[in-house]
């Protein structure tokens, strides 16, 4: 009986401790703004791509005897992908970093990175209307250049659209203190030099 009871105990306090570092894992993901960031992200990205996952399912239940792989669901994706819909895409991903940009200036608050993400907008929106453009008036003559350059384009605004979502939250949070003691050294400049 002893040995039950010990056992017992041994196990009630391992239960604790996993409860306790369970918590702290819970507690770390919840004040972490990249992970809640990438949760928002990934739910986000996932829901506004069901088109895709629906594409997919179709092409499985219209093709006859044809074997369920990655390789074919990333060569559906593939044959469907416009690259002339690329404004479409990174506009409706770049729309809300705009918006993070124009908060932080309404806060008056200096964004990281202000000038590398402002010249990179100011690259990804004409270089995504060019290719939209171009698709429009079938003027493209080099597709696989295309393709691929959407394709990037379309990275780059996935990249800037998660460190949007980063932004914000850092924005939500009340910004650092660098001012302590700043009233006392100005006082101690005005005495100085009024003396």
Same mark, same amino acid.
């Given at each position: ?11 009630l306090k391992?239960?604790?401790?996993? %409860? ?7 507690? @770390? ?14 739910t ?8 895709f ?13 044809? *074997?369920?792989? @990655?390789?074919?669901s ?6 469907? @992908? ?12 770049l729309?809300p970093?705009?918006y ?12 990281? %990175? ?20 171009h698709d429009r ?23 800037? @659209?998660?460190? %949007?979502?980063?932004? *914000? ?19 101690? *400049?005005?005495? *100085? %030099?009024?003396?």
């Amino acid at each position: 009986m002893n040995i039950l009871s010990a056992l017992l105990a041994s196990g009630l306090k391992n239960i604790r401790r996993f %409860g306790q570092s369970l918590r702290r894992i819970v507690s @770390w993901c919840t004040d972490n703004i990249y992970f809640d960031a990438a949760i928002e992200f990934i739910t986000v990205y996932l829901l506004s791509n069901l088109p895709f996952l629906f594409l997919i399912l179709s092409h499985y239940l219209n093709t006859p005897g044809i *074997q369920l792989s @990655w390789a074919e669901s990333f060569n559906v994706i593939k044959e469907n @992908w416009r690259a002339g819909e690329i404004l479409i895409f990174v506009s409706a991903l770049l729309a809300p970093f705009c918006y993070v940009m124009y908060l932080y200036n309404r806060a008056r608050r200096h964004m990281p %990175g202000y000038w590398y993400f402002l010249i990179v907008l100011l690259f990804l929106y004409p270089a995504s209307s060019y290719i939209f453009a171009h698709d429009r008036l079938a003027a493209i003559r080099n597709e696989n250049f295309v393709q691929n350059s959407s394709l990037t384009l379309y990275s780059m605004a996935l990249a800037i @659209w998660y460190m %949007g979502l980063v932004f *914000q939250r850092r924005l939500a949070k009340p910004p650092i203190d660098d001012s302590s003691g700043r009233a006392d050294r100005m006082a101690e *400049q005005l005495s *100085q %030099g009024g003396a």
